[in-house]
């Protein structure tokens, strides 16, 4: 790295000193996120925690000041404003700051963070092989493999942007070792009298059972690689007792999308997440824990779409993920936005509708948060597109004897305003139901659909007449009933941003190839891209 890219990274962390901190002093809330493979598909779910920042602790791995990938020394290069801000911020919170960038202790030998790891007493035990890597945390994660293929070495640079950080590395006088790293990147401070610095597996299990740490933060890189295996990594802090969370925003893989499973490099990366979350550990955002702003890779040109899942009654927080990540994950950044188990509307990430193109609402009767509700509002004033399914018609409506909670908001004239419809409860469950194109429309988001009637699964919605004249896509009825209800239509919002809304949204729905093609098309429409031709996958 050239001394211009150094002083232009130092000069972005004055900003470390606005950062917001979002916990109470001595105490960090951790939004702990898992995935959880059940009958109706994929559950992301979130569960609380309550760290004491004295028994905390915060690896930042591997985030050195060069790499022989030029690509990925770009990538940290963009995080490392970021990165050096959550570590002042839990360091002001008491948190103790590992530094472990690998393979350069001689550049630390005299600092007083590396001499305070060395020094530390030896604990009266050791986890067996904690000096040594951990390729696999267990026998089930091995079976299951990496999703991403990384046996080239994961550089995605192209042969000519090889050639040339080649060169430029011969320049910096980097070539003479076997790795072009020397140190941690320059923009993270050190801070000699309270932090650690350390690469070996055994030295930081010393420091951390000195200092009584249970809980572990960790950020750094890579995730398929010395994130997950150093002696240090994910697999043997969770596999040794270490309540352990990796920050996801604050990371990054070694992937080339010439690779399988032929993604963008983000999308790989996001694979590996969710890889993490479902056999290793769980994972938060930095933005969760410390607060300021989660960190995204600017040159990740994807299109963003929020998704909002809260009800009780149709299983979408199975069905959703396991839908989104299969069918559209690869072309959009999705950004969940849920609320844990046993704590309806106390939703965590909706920060993420600030930065959303569309969002995607299956929510059914949750007051908001004042502030979540402003944020909703906002998104909605400067023109966001919404795809509402199922319930998202009383969304964040109460029935009319549910009594507001304190400091809550709804949003009673949602349906009618927003999405254009007018639910008026449904019909029986009991019934059979069907669907159909109403007659005469032709409409790119009934593309990939037949032509005729197709059965469903949920109870019919009673939604006649539309307000505000909102276009019927398709219309439905009930088996012996006479009502013939509209079932999906488009609809603009005051500020003429994009809906679409349909009713369907059971979890038997998510089996039918019709109602996940209309789902994709809407997905896609929202975003205000081309309707894909290849059909739902």
């Not at 035990?125 to 000096?131: D, E, G």
């Not at 090889?162 to 070792?177: C, D, I, N, V, Y």
């Not at 908001?409 to 254009?420: F, N, S």
Request: glycine share 8%; with cysteine.
């Amino acid at each position: 790295m050239n001394a211009c890219m150094i002083r232009a990274l130092l000069a972005l962390l004055p900003g470390i000193a606005s950062l917001t901190v979002s916990a109470a002093a001595g105490t960090l809330s951790v939004p702990a996120r898992t995935r959880i493979p059940t009958e109706h598909g994929m559950e992301i779910r979130i569960a609380p925690q309550q760290w004491d920042t004295t028994q905390t602790a915060l690896i930042v791995c591997d985030f050195w000041d060069s790499h022989h990938c030029g690509n990925a020394v770009k990538r940290v290069n963009e995080m490392a404003p970021r990165m050096a801000a959550v570590v002042e911020a839990a360091r002001q919170q008491g948190v103790l700051i590992i530094h472990a960038p690998s393979d350069c202790m001689e550049h630390y030998k005299d600092h007083p963070a590396r001499q305070r790891a060395m020094q530390a007493p030896v604990a009266a035990s050791h986890p067996p092989k904690i000096t040594q890597w951990l390729h696999w945390k267990n026998a089930d994660e091995e079976k299951a493999g990496y999703p991403i293929d990384a046996s080239d070495g994961g550089c995605d640079d192209t042969p000519e942007e090889a050639a040339a950080w080649k060169a430029e590395l011969a320049r910096q006088g980097r070539t003479s070792g076997s790795w072009p790293w020397r140190a941690e990147h320059p923009a993270v401070r050190i801070d000699g009298e309270r932090d650690v610095i350390s690469d070996k597996g055994d030295e930081i299990w010393n420091m951390m059972e000195a200092r009584g740490i249970r809980n572990v933060l960790f950020a750094g890189v890579h995730t398929n690689m010395c994130v997950c295996g150093r002696p240090f990594g994910l697999r043997q802090m969770a596999n040794n007792g270490k309540n352990i969370v990796l920050l996801r925003d604050l990371t990054d893989t070694m992937y080339n999308p010439a690779r399988p499973p032929f993604v963008s490099h983000y999308r790989g990366t996001e694979l590996m997440l969710a890889h993490i979350e479902q056999r290793i550990c769980p994972t938060a955002l930095s933005s969760e824990v410390l607060g300021g702003d989660a960190f995204t890779f600017p040159r990740d040109a994807r299109p963003h779409l929020a998704v909002m899942i809260d009800e009780d009654e149709y299983r979408t927080a199975e069905t959703l993920p396991a839908f989104l990540e299969t069918a559209a994950g690869g072309d959009i950044r999705i950004s969940y936005i849920l609320a844990p188990a046993g704590k309806p509307g106390e939703f965590v990430n909706v920060s993420a509708l600030s930065s959303a193109r569309a969002v995607l609402v299956s929510v059914r009767r949750r007051p908001l948060a004042a502030a979540h509700m402003e944020i909703l509002r906002a998104f909605i004033a400067r023109g966001g597109a919404v795809v509402g399914i199922r319930t998202a018609s009383h969304a964040f409506a109460l029935r009319k004897d549910q009594p507001l909670p304190e400091g809550k908001a709804v949003w009673p004239e949602w349906d009618a305003t927003i999405l254009g419809g007018n639910y008026n409860n449904h019909l029986g469950n009991e019934l059979r139901t069907f669907t159909r194109p109403a007659p005469g429309v032709d409409h790119p988001l009934l593309r990939g659909l037949p032509p005729g009637e197709f059965p469903t699964t949920g109870s019919l919605y009673r939604n006649s007449p539309l307000r505000g004249g909102a276009p019927v896509l398709l219309t439905g009825r009930a088996e012996g009933a006479p009502n013939v209800e509209p079932v999906a239509w488009v609809h603009t919002t005051p500020e003429k941003g994009r809906v679409f809304y349909t009713s369907l949204g059971a979890a038997g729905d998510f089996a039918l190839p019709e109602f996940r093609q209309l789902l994709l098309n809407a997905i896609h429409w929202s975003l205000d891209r081309d309707i894909p031709e290849h059909g739902v996958r």
